[in-house]
């Protein structure tokens, strides 16, 4: 039974740091994959990662968009993880798909890819000036 973290940023600009520190504090001695690449082109990190994980392990991400674009995309990964038996913990979510809660439809908790687009935007929007925010 192993513990993994899968940590993903989109650019080279960004950083994995703050993802892998959150997530290291809560899970403490795993091991940590990470990738710098736009989740629409392909993840051969996670794609290695998903191909070695066995019954009994966990999956640990800092958010369900970490693991795909689109619904489908996160809908097949959770389906492939949960028909092997291997858990997956989606920090912001707060979703352990090992739990009686997560084991629930996943189709009714995975509406987060287009969703979370929006969470970076909304404090921002608040911070330009006026005439130059969105929807004004």
Known sequence: MAFYIYSRVSTYGQSTDAQVMALTRKYPHVEVVTETRSGAKARPFLMTLLEQL????????????????????????????????????????????????GRLEPKSLCPWPKWSVTLPREPVQGLLPRGRRANE
């Open 54 to 101: 066995r019954k009994g392990d966990t999956l640990i991400v800092a958010a369900l968009d970490r693991l795909g674009r689109k619904t489908t995309e996160i809908l097949a990964v959770i389906a492939d993880l949960q028909r092997r038996n291997v858990n997956l913990i989606c920090d912001r979510e707060g979703i352990d798909y090992g739990s009686p809660t």
